[in-house]
C-alpha cells in the first residue's frame, strides 16, 4: 500500500510541478482531492518539530528524552506537562489518533 500512495506522490507533485498536466475533468478534480488528503495524512503521521505543536492544551504524543510520550502544553507554566515529569523537554510531536469505534460511534470513555 505504501508503495502505491509513493507512487501516487510522486506523480501527483509532477503534475504541480507543470512536469506534468493535470486532466481537465471530474477526474482531475479527484486527483487534486486524492493529493491534498494524502499530503494531510502523511503531516499526521510523521513527528513534526515541537515547534509547530499545538499549545492549547490538546494532549499530543511527544518524543523527547525517555522515548515516547503523550503531553499537553501547559499554559500557566508555559512548559510541556506529562504526568508527573518536571522539566520535560519533548523535540518533536504528532497527534494522538483517534479513539476506537463502538457500535459505530467513537469511544471517549477514558
Not at 510541478?17 to 486524492?34: F, K, Q, T, V
Not at 494531510?40 to 523527547?64: C, E, F, H, N, S
Request: proline share 7%.
Amino acid at each position: 500500500m505504501s508503495e502505491a500512495i509513493d507512487r501516487m506522490d510522486y506523480t501527483f507533485r509532477n503534475m504541480q510541478s507543470g512536469e506534468h498536466d493535470w486532466p481537465n475533468s471530474c477526474e482531475g478534480d479527484m486527483l487534486r482531492i486524492a493529493y491534498r488528503e494524502i499530503t494531510r495524512l502523511r503531516k499526521l503521521t510523521k513527528w513534526q518539530p515541537i515547534a509547530t505543536a499545538p499549545k492549547d492544551r490538546t494532549y499530543v504524543m511527544t518524543w523527547g528524552e525517555g522515548g515516547c510520550r503523550v503531553a499537553a502544553w501547559c499554559v500557566m507554566t508555559g512548559q510541556w506537562r506529562c504526568g508527573s515529569i518536571v522539566n520535560y523537554s519533548p523535540t518533536h510531536w504528532m497527534p494522538l489518533p483517534s479513539p476506537p469505534e463502538t457500535n459505530g460511534k467513537a469511544d471517549d470513555a477514558q
